[in-house]
C-alpha cells in the first residue's frame, strides 16, 4: 500500500474521522508507526487554555505516542464553519507552505503519515486555496470517504470527477455508513461501486464494535496493497 494517505470525503461530517481512525489502528497493529495529521480544523473548544479539535484528539489518540497537538493540527479554529470563513473570523491566514512543512517534519518522525482533509474535496481554505490544492500539494494517494445517506450518490459522484480532474493518485473510495437505518443500503452501495470510476476498498457500519472495526479495516488495507492508483 502507499506509505502515506490523503483521506478525504464526499462532505462534512461523512465519516472521514472514523475511516482514518479505523485505518490508523489497523496500521499499528501491523507494527507501523502511524503520524497523523489534521491540517486545518474548524470547529474547537478551549481546553485548558488552547484550542483543541475533537477530530484531531481522536487522530492523535488512534495514533498513540506523545504527538504534540500544535505539530498534528497547526491550524484550529474556533468557529464550526466552512474552513475560509473561519480563518476570516479567527483573523488567521491559511498558509499552505506552513502545511507542508508540518507534513515533511511529522512524516520523518514515522512510517507512514495519515492525513485528513476538512470537509470535502473542493472546500475552500482561502482565496485560491482549498482542500484539492493541499492534497496535490503534499502529493499523497487519495483515499475518498462517501458518507452513505441520502443524497450520496450525487456527492459521491461528483466529489469523483472533482478529484479525477485534478490528476490526483487514488487509491480508492470506502463506504461510510452515516443514516443508521438508511434505506436500500446494499442498492446504493451497489449502485456506487459501478459507477463510481475507482476501486471499492469496504465499507464501515456505523457503530461497528471494535472488533469488528479493526478486522474491516485491516480488510481494507489488503485491498489498497493491490490497488492500482489511477
Partial sequence: MPASLFITGTDTHCGKTYVACALIRALRAQGVRVAPYKPVAAGAECVNGALRNEDALQLMAAAGGDWPYAA?????????????????????DINPEVILQGASRLADQA?????????????PLANDLDIADIALALKLPVVLVVGLRLGCLNHARLSAQAIEQTGAPVVGWI??????????LGDNLETLRQCLPMPYLGFLPS?????????????MLRRMAHSDLR
Avoid at 498534528?72 to 488567521?92: E, I
Avoid at 461497528?208 to 478486522?215: E, H, I, R, T, Y
Fill in 72 to 92: 498534528v493540527n497547526p491550524y484550529c479554529l474556533p468557529n464550526p464553519v466552512s474552513p475560509h470563513l473561519a480563518a476570516r473570523d479567527a483573523d488567521v
Fill in 207 to 219: 457503530h461497528a464494535q471494535p472488533g469488528d472495526l479493526d478486522v474491516l479495516a485491516a480488510d
Fill in 111 to 123: 512510517d507512514c503519515l495519515i492525513v485528513e482533509g476538512a470537509g470535502g474535496w473542493l472546500v
Fill in 175 to 184: 463506504g461510510s455508513q452515516i443514516e443508521t437505518a438508511m434505506p436500500h
